[in-house]
C-alpha cells in the first residue's frame, strides 16, 4: 500500500500560495520595461510572481498524484476485504463438507458392520465379513452385567437406618448407554412391601471391560426388614453403541448372612409379580 498525504494539507497549501499570490501581484509591479531580456525585465517581486505559480502547479500535480494513489490504496484495501471475506466463505464451506463427509463415512462404516460388512478405502472393496473364514474373523465379547455374591454391603447402621454399597461389575466387554432402573424392594418381618426404584448410572457413563461401578442406597426401618431384593432392570451397549443387551436379573440380600444369592425359578417369579404390584414411590403394601 503506498504512502499518501490528506488532501486537506494540499487544500491549506494552495490556500496560502493563492494568498500570497493575491498579496505579491496586487502591491507594485511585476516587470521593469527598461530591459529587454526577459529575466532581467522582472522585477524582485515578478520573480517570487513566477516562483509562487510554480509552486502552485507543483502542489496541484502532487495533489492529483497523491488522489490517484489513494484510489489505487482504496482498491487495494477493497480487495483485501473481498480477498479475506472469500477466504472465510471457502474455510466455512470445507469444513462444513469435510464435517459432513466425516459424518457420513462414519454412519456408513456403522451401517457395514451391522450387516457385517467392512469398506476397504485402500482397495476401494467392500468385503463380506461374513464369508471370510472362521480363523480369520472372531466375533467381540458380548458385556455381561452383574452383581456378585459380595456386591452388596453394609457400610454404616444409624438408629432405624442403614447405608449400603452397592458394587456393579462388567465381565468380558465394555459397556455404556446404560437405560437400567434399579428397583429395591424390600420385606419386612411383619409381611409388609415396600419398593423405589432408583437409576444408578449417570448419562454418557462408560464401564471398561471387567470394570466395577460402586454407588450406594439407604434403608429405613432396617430393624424390622428380613430381605431386600434387587431387581436390575433395562437395557444397555457395547462401547462402539452396536449392540444392545436387555437385562432384568433379581437378587436376594439376607440381612442375617449379609450375602447376595439368585433366586429359583418359582421364588424369581413370584417376587417380580409383587413389584409388578408395588408403588414405586416407597410406600408400605402388604401381601
Known amino acids: 500500500m503506498s504512502f499518501t498525504v490528506p488532501n486537506l494539507i ?11 499570490l493575491t498579496f505579491e501581484t496586487t502591491k507594485g509591479g511585476l516587470t521593469d520595461n527598461r530591459h529587454h ?38 482498491v487495494l484495501k477493497l480487495q ?13 464451506i470445507k469444513n462444513g463438507v469435510d464435517s459432513i463427509s466425516n459424518k457420513l ?16 478405502t485402500v482397495n476401494q472393496e467392500i ?36 447405608k449400603y454399597k452397592l458394587t456393579i461389575g462388567v465381565k468380558d466387554a465394555g459397556a455404556t448407554n446404560f437405560e437400567i432402573k434399579v428397583g429395591i ?10 419398593y423405589s426404584i432408583i437409576n444408578f448410572f449417570p448419562d454418557q457413563f462408560k464401564m471398561n471391560k471387567n470394570s466395577v461401578w460402586e454407588t450406594g442406597f439407604t434403608q429405613l426401618r432396617s430393624e424390622d426388614s428380613d430381605r431386600l431384593y434387587i431387581n436390575v432392570n433395562g437395557t444397555y451397549t457395547s462401547l462402539d453403541g452396536l449392540n444392545k443387551y436387555d437385562i432384568n ?39
Open 249 to 287: 436379573d433379581l437378587y436376594i440380600y439376607e440381612q442375617e448372612s449379609r450375602k447376595v444369592i439368585i433366586p429359583l425359578n418359582l421364588l424369581r417369579k413370584k417376587i417380580l409379580e409383587i413389584i409388578d404390584k408395588m408403588p414405586n414411590d416407597g410406600s408400605m403394601v402388604r401381601f
Open 10 to 20: 494540499f487544500v491549506i497549501a494552495l490556500a496560502v500560495m493563492t494568498i500570497w
Open 80 to 92: 483485501q476485504e473481498r480477498d479475506l471475506r472469500d477466504n472465510k466463505i471457502t474455510d466455512g
Open 105 to 120: 463415512f462414519d454412519d456408513i462404516s456403522t451401517a457395514f458392520k451391522k450387516q457385517e460388512l467392512q469398506l476397504d
Open 127 to 162: 468385503i463380506n465379513i461374513k464369508n471370510k473364514p472362521i480363523s480369520k474373523y472372531i466375533a467381540p465379547d458380548n458385556p455381561v452385567l452383574r452383581i456378585d455374591s459380595t456386591g452388596i454391603s453394609l457400610l454404616r447402621e444409624i438408629g432405624p437406618i442403614k
Open 37 to 74: 531580456n526577459i529575466l532581467k525585465r522582472l522585477t524582485t517581486r515578478g520573480k517570487i510572481v513566477v516562483f509562487i505559480l510554480l509552486v502552485i502547479t507543483g502542489l496541484l500535480i502532487c495533489q492529483e498524484l497523491n488522489n490517484q494513489r489513494q484510489n489505487g490504496n482504496q
Open 185 to 194: 424392594l424390600t420385606e419386612y418381618k411383619d409381611g409388609i412391601y415396600s
